[in-house]
């Protein structure tokens, strides 16, 4: 069967035991970055085979991990950091063993957008989970959405288009909504920065050391 196992989004202690031993008793597991994988597997002296499994190569490897499913083999599929299929690979993996009748379990386990949103403060009994926008195009098409929503909206973003981000909620929804910055989650150095959109434009703008890692950006509710 297929395993879907997540692990730690920052601190290594947060992996479950469940994971573990399923890491362990794996054939394979299928790894977003082998190094990366490689060192949470180190620490906790788990010898099991890495394979590549990535965004780049999901399309053409998937027919191949059927067949190794059907060939009676365990399989253990982790991304670089949180729980797979969630802005990571493991969508079209998941589909092909539902259609080809393969068995597929997935285990609890860490995502960066839950506590941010629950240490946000901002209502969560209902909220809409973007993701990341597209690069380029259509992302306006994605904001003018977003814009038309009134619950709590939650979105991962790049250091390195946090302050495109930021001016963005400026244009398409104004500055009367709250605005938190995550970074760090579970790590020394997690801070929750909030604000409106503006105001933490600025605050960024003036120290651009604190915008290190990816980051959960949640926007309150109307």
Known sequence: MLYIVPTPIGNLGDITHRAIEVLSAADIILAEDTRTSRRLLDRYNITTPLRAYHAFN???????????LKEGKTLALVSDAGTPGISDPGFLLVRACREANEEIVVLPG???????L?????????FYF????????G???RWKHLATLTN??????????????LEEILEYLGDDRKVCVVREISKIHEQYHFGSASG???????????????????ISAV
Do not use: N, W
Request: hydrophobic share 40%.
């Open 110 to 116: 860490p995502t960066a957008f839950v506590p941010a």
């Open 200 to 218: 933490l434009l600025k605050e960024f703008e003036a120290h651009p050391d604190k915008i290190k890692g990816e980051m959960v950006v949640i």
């Open 130 to 137: 973007e993701g990341f926008l597209p690069h380029k195009k």
């Open 58 to 68: 999901e399309h053409q490897a998937t027919a191949a991990i059927i067949d190794l």
């Open 139 to 141: 992302r306006t098409t």
């Open 118 to 126: 629950v240490g946000s403060g901002f209502p969560c009994d209902r």
């Open 152 to 165: 709590t909206i939650v979105l991962y973003e790049s250091p390195y288009r946090l302050i495109k981000c």
